[in-house]
């Protein structure tokens, strides 16, 4: 069984421009959920999706969106980056069966903000 | 508000020895999610370990166990008979039902052979 995909995997970007990034989840996972992570901020939750619907958000401004589509595949749109915004962005799959959640993280897209 | 702490930033153990992780958080809810991941260098995220508040029985898995406090809001993970493999950046997370993940800022495990 394939694991999480992230694309792309580096990304450089200035300040000002948009970007977006691409999680593929393992088949059968309905659940995905971003994070970003960077040295100073570590670990934090951006937005969890399941079924099409954002069911939790982060604490992030409205420049952090998310989608995800019917074949569960999700994308996290950053509008008018910031040198901040440079980060590992992490994706994790999840899969719920009664009370056990099976739960694998993709590799990461590195971003820079130049 | 929810508050994750993890006071050891790093921490050392011999191989085969046993070495515990502290955790401790902070929550006005009951009903609410426990995790511990592991982040090993230049590799995936793994999810170690999850706890379900509501549950007494410590969870297990493998060579990993936590001790879960609820009163004391303290949950740590202890690693049995440590391996090489086991050297990483360990998360503890808080999560209150339907609501948000907090993340501590990290544990960084070494193993010494």
């Known amino acids: 069984k394939a694991g999480v995909t992230q694309t792309p995997r580096y990304l450089i970007k200035t300040r000002g421009q948009q970007v977006t990034l691409s999680c593929s989840p393992i088949s059968g996972h309905r659940s995905v959920s971003w994070y970003q992570q960077t040295p100073g901020q570590g670990l934090q939750f951006l937005f969890e999706?399941?079924?099409?619907?954002?069911?939790n958000k982060g604490n992030f401004p409205g420049r952090f969106s998310g989608r995800q589509f019917s074949n569960s595949r999700s994308e996290m749109n950053v509008s008018t980056l910031e040198l901040g915004d440079s980060a590992l962005y992490l994706c994790a799959s999840s899969f719920f069966a009664g009370d056990q959640e099976t739960q694998y993280f993709g590799p990461g897209t590195r971003l820079l903000v130049l | 508000a929810q508050t994750v702490t993890q006071s050891q930033p790093e921490m050392s153990v011999q191989e085969a020895e046993t070495v515990t992780l502290s955790c401790t958080y902070d929550?006005?809810?009951?009903?609410?999610?426990l995790f511990w991941y592991k982040q090993p260098p230049s590799r995936q995220m793994i999810l170690v370990i999850r706890q379900e508040a509501y549950k007494q029985q410590n969870a297990t898995e493998n060579r990993f166990s936590v001790n879960f406090q609820k009163a004391a809001k303290s949950f740590s993970l202890k690693i049995s008979d440590s391996q090489l493999g086991d050297a990483a950046m360990y998360f503890c997370?808080?999560?209150?039902?339907?609501?948000?993940?907090?993340f501590g800022k990290g544990t960084r495990l070494h193993i010494l052979p």
């Open positions: 999706y399941f079924s099409e619907t954002q069911r």
């Open positions: 997370a808080h999560m209150n039902r339907d609501d948000k993940i907090i």
């Open positions: 929550t006005s809810e009951s009903d609410y999610y």
